[in-house]
């Protein structure tokens, strides 16, 4: 029996500039989520290490997380497991002045094959336990159209060949429905010969498996750890662990790695609430200094009230609490109070709306008179756009 390993999407070394100095830690989540992996290949004897596209989040990783890949494939090169890579749309250049994949690296180091082409089928033939297994892959093609099928576009035909075929592809995959995020070129059933037991694609983050058609198998592993918050609904994180044989049926198992948890909450205001923060923070879950945290403030609040919310404090208060937290209050809206005109005297929507904020920021303290001034500004704006004078 063929026993394979198979990841993608660990995206290593992202970028998060939002997260501050705790960036550093969050990166080292997916070199953790990544190094796990190669440790159950080494403990299960794995004979191949399939990396589906997205090793790394970009073309352009750090030095040191480049060394610590370089490291982690050595040791399962002196253990006789071969790895091969594909670039995804991540780590695959979409020019020339972006360089070339740092796959191509790690090749040059001896640990790993890189089938870099995008427009021709590489093949590498091993022979694991008296089969030939011919591996194949081609690395993303940036050219190809979003669900334009990039093998027919560069009228590429997996070859047919080997006891046992395998091929490697960072694609979408005809008939499953994806985020529009993640929409990709696709590929179908039809482009893959009978002696293929297994396709091994990278690009979406669900671990899944197709059912079987013949002996071939279909499955993405599914990313490492959680690269945003669009996968706070996934369950599990971690990558497949697979058997191939001639005559047999392949089987797949997921094995889940650690991953740092993630969670949403989200909080209305309304007109009537009297203190934004209390009512945010009455909301929140308890302290947990592991947490993800992503707060969504919408609503309305009368523009008396706006001064009340006080986003900075909030995000202090979020620090406070866990391990890192974003705010998003996009849909946050301020309402105006009826401006009703007196006597005789009657005032443009513009005149009425800026004596109306003026008249809060005479009695404003420093915090406040700034976010009267920006409501004074946008409001105006908002109110010519809308044809008022």
């Given at each position: 029996?063929?026993?394979?390993?198979?990841?993608?999407?660990?995206?290593?070394?992202?970028?998060?500039?939002?997260?501050?100095?705790?960036?550093?830690?969050?990166?080292?989540?997916?070199?953790?989520?990544?190094?796990?992996?190669?440790?159950?290949?080494?403990?299960?004897?794995?004979?191949?290490?399939?990396?589906?596209?997205?090793?790394?989040?970009?073309?352009?990783?750090?030095?040191?997380?480049?060394?610590?890949?370089?490291?982690?494939?050595?040791?399962?090169?002196?253990?006789?497991?071969?790895?091969?890579?594909?670039?995804?749309?991540?780590?695959?250049?979409?020019?020339?002045?972006?360089?070339?994949?740092?796959?191509?690296?790690?090749?040059?180091?001896?640990?790993?094959?890189?089938?870099?082409?995008?427009?021709?089928?590489?093949?590498?033939?091993?022979?694991?336990?008296?089969?030939?297994?011919?591996?194949?892959?081609?690395?993303?093609?940036?050219?190809?159209?979003?669900?334009?099928?990039?093998?027919?576009?560069?009228?590429?035909?997996?070859?047919?060949?080997?006891?046992?075929?395998?091929?490697?592809?960072?694609?979408n995959f005809s008939g499953i429905s994806v985020p529009p995020s993640w929409r990709a070129p696709r590929v179908s059933?039809?482009?893959?010969?009978?002696?293929?037991?297994?396709?091994?694609?990278?690009?979406?983050?669900?671990?899944?498996?197709?059912?079987?058609?013949?002996?071939?198998?279909?499955?993405?592993?599914?990313?490492?750890?959680?690269?945003?918050?669009?996968?706070?609904?996934?369950?599990?994180?971690?990558?497949?662990?697979?058997?191939?044989?001639?005559?047999?049926?392949?089987?797949?198992?997921?094995?889940?790695?650690?991953?740092?948890?993630?969670?949403?909450?989200?909080?209305?205001?309304?007109?009537?609430?009297?203190?934004?923060?209390?009512?945010?923070?009455?909301?929140?879950?308890?302290?947990?200094?592991?947490?993800?945290?992503?707060?969504?403030?919408?609503?309305?609040?009368?523009?008396?009230?706006?001064?009340?919310?006080?986003?900075?404090?909030?995000?202090?208060?979020?620090?406070?609490?866990?391990?890192?937290?974003?705010?998003?209050?996009?849909?946050?809206?301020?309402?105006?109070?009826?401006?009703?005109?007196?006597?005789?005297?009657?005032?443009?929507?513009?005149?009425?709306?800026?004596?109306?904020?003026?008249?809060?920021?005479?009695?404003?303290?420093?915090?406040?008179?700034?976010?009267?001034?920006?409501?004074?500004?946008?409001?105006?704006?908002?109110?010519?756009?809308?044809?008022?004078?």
């Amino acid at each position: 029996m063929i026993r394979v390993v198979h990841t993608a999407d660990n995206h290593l070394d992202p970028k998060f500039s939002f997260l501050g100095a705790k960036r550093f830690e969050r990166r080292q989540d997916f070199f953790n989520s990544f190094r796990r992996v190669v440790e159950f290949a080494l403990e299960r004897k794995a004979h191949i290490f399939l990396v589906s596209g997205d090793l790394f989040d970009s073309v352009n990783p750090r030095n040191p997380i480049r060394t610590q890949v370089i490291r982690l494939f050595r040791r399962l090169s002196s253990e006789g497991i071969r790895v091969f890579m594909i670039a995804g749309n991540h780590d695959m250049p979409r020019s020339l002045e972006e360089g070339m994949s740092p796959l191509q690296e790690i090749e040059a180091a001896g640990y790993a094959r890189f089938f870099s082409k995008t427009s021709e089928v590489e093949v590498e033939h091993l022979n694991i336990e008296g089969l030939d297994v011919a591996v194949t892959g081609l690395s993303y093609d940036h050219t190809a159209g979003q669900d334009e099928n990039p093998l027919k576009k560069n009228n590429v035909k997996l070859p047919d060949e080997g006891d046992v075929a395998i091929a490697m592809l960072h694609y979408n995959f005809s008939g499953i429905s994806v985020p529009p995020s993640w929409r990709a070129p696709r590929v179908s059933w039809e482009d893959f010969p009978e002696n293929y037991r297994y396709v091994a694609l990278g690009h979406v983050h669900t671990s899944m498996t197709l059912p079987l058609r013949g002996k071939t198998l279909v499955a993405y592993p599914g990313s490492t750890e959680r690269r945003s918050f669009q996968e706070e609904g996934d369950e599990a994180k971690g990558f497949l662990y697979v058997e191939l044989g001639h005559d047999s049926l392949p089987r797949a198992e997921f094995v889940p790695v650690p991953t740092r948890p993630m969670k949403t909450v989200k909080v209305t205001l309304g007109e009537e609430t009297e203190d934004p923060l209390r009512e945010i923070v009455s909301r929140l879950p308890g302290p947990n200094q592991d947490l993800l945290l992503r707060l969504v403030v919408d609503g309305t609040l009368p523009l008396n009230k706006v001064s009340r919310y006080n986003r900075a404090a909030l995000l202090r208060e979020l620090e406070e609490r866990f391990f890192a937290a974003t705010i998003d209050d996009i849909d946050l809206k301020c309402t105006m109070q009826k401006i009703v005109s007196m006597g005789n005297e009657v005032k443009s929507p513009i005149e009425a709306f800026e004596e109306a904020v003026r008249e809060l920021l005479s009695k404003a303290d420093d915090e406040e008179r700034e976010v009267f001034n920006l409501a004074l500004e946008i409001g105006r704006k908002v109110l010519e756009e809308s044809g008022a004078w």
